[in-house]
């Protein structure tokens, strides 16, 4: 049996730092709830190397309470010198990168053990592993390992499994027994059984299931032998290798004087004979009568090994062996204390039902937390079955109410109507100009849409707001727009720099006739048209523009419809959905404009009697 005589022999304590090879978030959060609930001072997690990363950035993650930031680096060689007290390197590379990684690790003066999670590493590069770590008196755990413990100190990521199992295990303290395993999944079970058998475990090694591991079980029996506060070694091995006939050679010489518990798992493998069967892990193949499971047991119960005659009976062995010890004085029992108790986060916690938190922000007018989002409780199949068009979607979006379909089809014609006024008005021209330019779409867009206010798109809700409230009133007309003039303000909704009395606007002429056949009443429009033919009298260019006859006509259509009441219709219009309309209209035709002229690869000429640019052909 070859052990390094300077290889270390406790590898972890309560300042074992650790530096975490490829950034996997849930066993570095493992690590550091252990660490917490071990009452340790510093998170054993000291750096991270993520070779895609570039150096000098860093990962968040808990400790405790508090959030802490874990440097990344790009490389093992700055991770390395930058944390020369992490002395212990795990490798979450996969089995095409572990060995380059794990053999650059054990180069580096500071790292002394090296963990290699990695599933399916060639043995080739393994034995060239094994032989650089003897060169370099260093231990290597794995590869296809899930790593270790030292109980109340320090934890290899995802080992032992969850925090609950911790608790359960009583993992947050020592306790007298040094167990070692070939199954990563087995040791976590037999944590459990090693919690109620015994005091606890002080130390827990898996050292993988390939044919060869980095480390052996007999290379931790005998590290187990030199530590003080390990009473009792603890051996689970398997079918295939020759690993535990070390393990009885070291006791039958006398170089293992603590008492051994131990099962070689794989029994059932007799029953194929002599055929060969390939079990869980690459080192666990029946065929060969001297590595079976019932030789190897044998071996160890010659030896003076504690054996029991089934796997079912390995706890009770355990516990006779520790309690006969107890009674001998040899171990102490470890004293309970109570661990710290590891605070939930925000997600689970509501999740149990343990806190309630107060919202950040509301919304009652849709829904995504279910299978598909809901507007206003209706969900988005409905709204597609329904054939539900852009006006009902808005009214349940804006105004939280499904209109009737003359209404919603009316704000669709809104939609239509005062998608473009052409090129020349101010936000078109901004579009354009930006487009030109180069800008992005969204550029284009937002410049030309922060163009809009009240002498631009935005007298809509103004109009609305001012008609109303004079018909309210019982204002006449004439009184209205000379009491607006005294204040030194414009009638919103009045005048155009085109049209006129002769020339009137089509797109009012188009929603005026669709109002006249649908709307239930149209008192606003009307006291709007009143307003009209006055201020006509003073210039024929005074009219009812577009910004008016849809302000007065929404009035009409929020007053009439029978889904608000007075106090509602209030709220909308002073709240700003009626520009709203505009803002959502006008963008499809400011897209247009800055679509246009991004496909433009012509160059642009000015008519000497016109301020449009127009495109050659």
Same mark, same amino acid.
């Given at each position: 049996?070859?052990?390094?005589?300077?290889?270390p022999?406790?590898?972890?304590?309560?300042?074992?730092?650790?530096?975490?090879?490829?950034?996997?978030?849930?066993?570095?959060?493992?690590?550091?709830?252990?660490?917490?609930?071990?009452?340790?001072?510093?998170?054993?997690?000291?750096?991270?190397?993520?070779?895609?990363s570039?150096s000098?950035?860093?990962?968040?993650?808990?400790?405790?309470?508090?959030?802490?930031?874990?440097?990344?680096?790009?490389?093992?060689?700055?991770?390395?010198?930058?944390?020369?007290?992490?002395?212990v390197?795990?490798n979450?590379?996969?089995?095409?990168?572990?060995?380059?990684?794990?053999?650059?690790?054990?180069?580096?003066?500071?790292?002394?053990?090296?963990v290699?999670?990695?599933?399916?590493?060639?043995?080739?590069?393994?034995?060239?592993?094994i032989?650089?770590?003897?060169?370099?008196?260093?231990?290597?755990?794995?590869?296809?390992?899930?790593?270790?413990?030292?109980?109340?100190?320090?934890?290899i990521?995802?080992?032992?499994?969850?925090?609950?199992?911790i608790?359960?295990?009583?993992?947050?303290?020592?306790?007298?027994?040094?167990?070692?395993?070939?199954?990563?999944?087995l040791?976590?079970?037999?944590?459990?059984?090693?919690?109620?058998?015994t005091?606890?475990?002080?130390?827990?090694?898996?050292?993988?299931?390939?044919?060869?591991?980095?480390?052996?079980?007999?290379?931790?029996?005998?590290?187990?032998?030199?530590?003080?506060?390990i009473?009792?070694?603890?051996?689970?091995?398997?079918?295939?290798?020759r690993?535990?006939?070390?393990?009885?050679?070291?006791?039958?010489?006398?170089?293992?004087?603590?008492p051994?518990?131990?099962?070689?798992?794989?029994?059932?493998?007799?029953?194929?004979?002599?055929?060969?069967?390939?079990?869980?892990?690459?080192?666990?193949?029946?065929g060969e009568?001297?590595?079976?499971?019932l030789?190897?047991?044998?071996?160890?119960?010659?030896?003076?090994?504690?054996v029991?005659?089934?796997?079912?009976?390995?706890?009770?062995?355990?516990?006779?062996?520790?309690?006969?010890?107890?009674?001998?004085?040899?171990?102490?029992?470890?004293?309970?204390?109570?661990?710290?108790?590891?605070p939930?986060d925000?997600?689970?916690a509501?999740?149990?039902?343990?806190?309630?938190?107060?919202?950040?922000?509301?919304?009652?007018?849709?829904?995504?937390?279910?299978?598909?989002?809901?507007?206003?409780?209706?969900?988005?199949?409905?709204?597609?079955?329904?054939?539900?068009?852009?006006?009902?979607?808005?009214?349940?979006?804006?105004?939280?109410?499904?209109?009737?379909?003359?209404?919603?089809?009316?704000?669709?014609?809104?939609?239509?109507?005062?998608?473009?006024? $052409?090129?020349? &008005?101010? #936000?078109?021209?901004n579009? =354009?100009? @930006? *487009?030109?330019?180069?800008?992005?779409?969204?550029?284009? +867009?937002?410049?030309?849409?922060?163009?809009?206010?009240p002498?631009?798109?935005g007298?809509?809700?103004?109009?609305?707001?001012?008609?109303?409230?004079?018909?309210?009133?019982?204002?006449?007309?004439?009184?209205?727009?000379?009491?607006?003039?005294?204040? $030194?303000?414009? &009638?919103e #909704?009045?005048?155009?720099? =085109?049209? @006129? *009395?002769?020339?009137?606007?089509?797109?009012?002429?188009? +929603?005026?006739?669709?109002?006249?056949?649908?709307?239930?009443a149209?008192?606003?429009?009307?006291?709007?048209?009143?307003?009209?033919?006055?201020?006509?009298?003073?210039?024929?260019n005074?009219?009812?523009?577009?910004?008016?006859?849809?302000?007065?006509?929404?009035?009409?259509?929020?007053?009439?419809?029978?889904?608000?009441?007075?106090q509602?219709?209030?709220?909308?219009?002073?709240?700003?959905?009626?520009?709203?309309?505009?803002?959502?209209?006008?963008?499809?035709?400011?897209?247009?404009?800055?679509?246009d002229?991004?496909?433009?690869?012509?160059?642009?000429?000015r008519?000497?009697?016109?301020?449009?640019?127009?495109?050659?052909?």
């Amino acid at each position: 049996m070859n052990v390094p005589s300077k290889s270390p022999v406790q590898l972890f304590s309560k300042e074992t730092q650790a530096i975490f090879f490829n950034y996997k978030p849930q066993p570095i959060q493992r690590m550091l709830d252990f660490d917490y609930v071990c009452k340790r001072k510093n998170p054993s997690v000291a750096a991270i190397v993520n070779p895609q990363s570039a150096s000098g950035g860093f990962q968040k993650a808990f400790f405790g309470r508090c959030e802490i930031a874990i440097p990344v680096y790009d490389s093992i060689e700055e991770a390395s010198s930058k944390h020369p007290k992490a002395a212990v390197f795990i490798n979450y590379a996969s089995f095409r990168s572990a060995f380059e990684s794990s053999l650059t690790a054990l180069q580096q003066p500071t790292i002394q053990t090296v963990v290699i999670i990695a599933e399916g590493v060639p043995e080739r590069n393994t034995k060239v592993l094994i032989a650089r770590a003897k060169q370099y008196n260093k231990i290597v755990i794995g590869p296809a390992t899930v790593g270790g413990i030292q109980a109340g100190s320090f934890k290899i990521g995802d080992t032992a499994g969850t925090i609950e199992n911790i608790y359960r295990c009583k993992l947050y303290r020592p306790g007298s027994v040094g167990f070692v395993s070939k199954s990563g999944g087995l040791s976590n079970e037999m944590y459990n059984v090693l919690a109620r058998t015994t005091d606890g475990i002080f130390e827990g090694i898996a050292i993988g299931g390939d044919t060869y591991p980095g480390s052996t079980l007999a290379d931790h029996v005998w590290r187990f032998e030199q530590i003080p506060n390990i009473k009792m070694i603890v051996v689970l091995g398997e079918l295939g290798g020759r690993d535990e006939y070390q393990v009885a050679e070291m006791v039958k010489k006398g170089l293992i004087k603590k008492p051994i518990v131990a099962w070689v798992s794989g029994t059932c493998a007799s029953c194929f004979h002599a055929s060969e069967v390939q079990f869980g892990h690459a080192g666990a193949k029946s065929g060969e009568s001297d590595t079976s499971a019932l030789s190897k047991n044998a071996a160890l119960k010659s030896a003076g090994v504690h054996v029991p005659d089934s796997f079912e009976a390995f706890a009770e062995h355990i516990q006779l062996v520790y309690e006969r010890l107890v009674k001998d004085g040899v171990i102490i029992p470890a004293v309970e204390i109570a661990p710290e108790i590891l605070p939930k986060d925000l997600h689970t916690a509501l999740k149990e039902g343990h806190i309630r938190k107060a919202t950040h922000i509301v919304s009652t007018i849709s829904d995504d937390r279910g299978e598909e989002p809901l507007y206003l409780g209706i969900p988005i199949s409905e709204v597609i079955q329904q054939q539900m068009g852009i006006g009902d979607v808005i009214s349940l979006l804006w105004f939280k109410k499904k209109l009737p379909r003359w209404a919603s089809k009316f704000i669709e014609m809104c939609l239509i109507v005062a998608a473009d006024h $052409g090129p020349c &008005v101010s #936000g078109a021209h901004n579009t =354009i100009v @930006t *487009a030109r330019a180069g800008k992005d779409l969204i550029s284009c +867009l937002c410049s030309g849409l922060l163009t809009i206010g009240p002498r631009f798109g935005g007298a809509i809700d103004d109009a609305a707001i001012n008609f109303k409230k004079a018909l309210d009133n019982s204002v006449p007309p004439d009184v209205f727009v000379e009491d607006l003039k005294r204040q $030194g303000r414009r &009638v919103e #909704g009045i005048g155009h720099r =085109i049209k @006129t *009395a002769e020339n009137q606007d089509k797109r009012v002429e188009l +929603l005026c006739q669709y109002a006249k056949q649908h709307f239930p009443a149209m008192k606003y429009f009307n006291y709007a048209r009143a307003v009209e033919s006055y201020t006509l009298q003073k210039a024929n260019n005074l009219v009812l523009n577009i910004d008016g006859c849809i302000g007065s006509l929404l009035v009409d259509l929020l007053s009439s419809c029978g889904c608000f009441h007075e106090q509602e219709v209030k709220e909308i219009l002073e709240l700003g959905a009626l520009n709203g309309l505009f803002v959502l209209s006008r963008s499809m035709g400011l897209i247009g404009h800055a679509l246009d002229q991004k496909r433009m690869k012509q160059p642009l000429y000015r008519h000497p009697t016109d301020d449009v640019l127009y495109a050659t052909e």
